[in-house]
């Protein structure tokens, strides 16, 4: 299995502009996690998913950023505009129900974004 | 909420040696999982070991041990004859058994753990 893949790997945007992330979790797991990590928060939940379907985005920060999961293979977090304080590394993990996120997530390789 | 406290944001080890990380969690439940990931510097997130709560033997697996103290709400980890490899962050997270708490990994804030040659 290709794992938790996650693209770009890396992202340089000009404050203000639109910035999607994408995440494709591994096939036949059926929830999806957002997390963004930075040096002041460290790992945050930002939304995660079941079947499609957000469960809690209570983490979500601001109004600027949405995620939506179109189907089950593909996942995006966006920030429309992106702001210097949206640079982070941003996660995504996915897990095959709810018995198997007892033995943990599988995280992808996540995007380092920056905001200039 | 549940929270996660690592105490030592660096600890240092030579190689060879044996180096233990803290952990400490605030819960009001009785059933749950908790996690060791370690993260090198290529940025993956990679799982080095799990406990469940209910049972009291610690979890081993090869070099990597924890000492889980329930009552105390302590989850430590002991890496055993430090590798060079071994060099990276480590976040302890929880995470509830109770499906209406929802399915969240909690995080500390990491500990960064250097091997000395």
Same mark, same amino acid.
Do not use: H
């Given at each position: 299995d290709a794992g938790v893949i996650q693209s770009p790997r890396h992202e340089v945007t000009e404050m203000g502009q639109e910035v999607t992330l994408r995440c494709k979790p591994i096939s036949g797991h059926d929830y999806l996690f957002w997390y963004r990590q930075t040096m002041m928060r460290g790992l945050e939940l930002l939304i995660y998913f079941n079947n499609n379907v957000p469960i809690d985005d209570s983490g979500m920060p601001e109004d600027r950023f949405s995620a939506k999961m179109p189907n089950a293979s593909f996942s995006t977090l966006k920030i429309q505009p992106s702001e210097p304080r949206d640079s982070a590394v941003y996660f995504c993990a996915s897990s095959l129900g709810w018995g198997a996120s007892n033995y943990g997530y599988t995280f992808g390789s996540g995007t380092r974004l920056t905001v200039v | 909420a549940q929270t996660v406290t690592q105490s030592q944001p660096e600890m240092s080890v030579q190689e060879a040696e044996t180096v233990t990380l803290s952990c400490t969690y605030? +819960? &009001? =439940? &009785?059933?749950?999982?908790?996690?060791?990931? $370690?993260?090198?510097? &290529?940025?993956?997130? /990679?799982?080095? /070991?799990? *406990? =469940? %709560?209910? @049972?009291? *033997?610690?979890? +081993? =697996?090869?070099? !990597? #041990?924890?000492? !889980? *103290? @329930?009552? %105390? $709400? #302590? !989850? &430590?980890? $002991? /890496? #055993?004859? #430090? *590798?060079?490899?071994? %060099?990276?962050?480590?976040?302890? %997270?929880?995470?509830s058994a109770v499906k209406a708490a929802g399915n969240k990994l909690t995080f500390g804030g990491g500990t960064r753990v250097l091997v000395k040659p």
């Open positions: - | 605030d +819960t &009001s =439940e &009785s059933d749950y999982y908790l996690f060791w990931y $370690k993260q090198p510097p &290529s940025r993956q997130m /990679i799982l080095v /070991i799990r *406990q =469940e %709560a209910y @049972k009291q *033997q610690n979890a +081993t =697996e090869n070099r !990597f #041990s924890v000492n !889980f *103290q @329930k009552a %105390a $709400k #302590s !989850f &430590s980890l $002991k /890496i #055993s004859d #430090s *590798q060079l490899g071994d %060099a990276a962050m480590y976040f302890c %997270a929880y995470r």
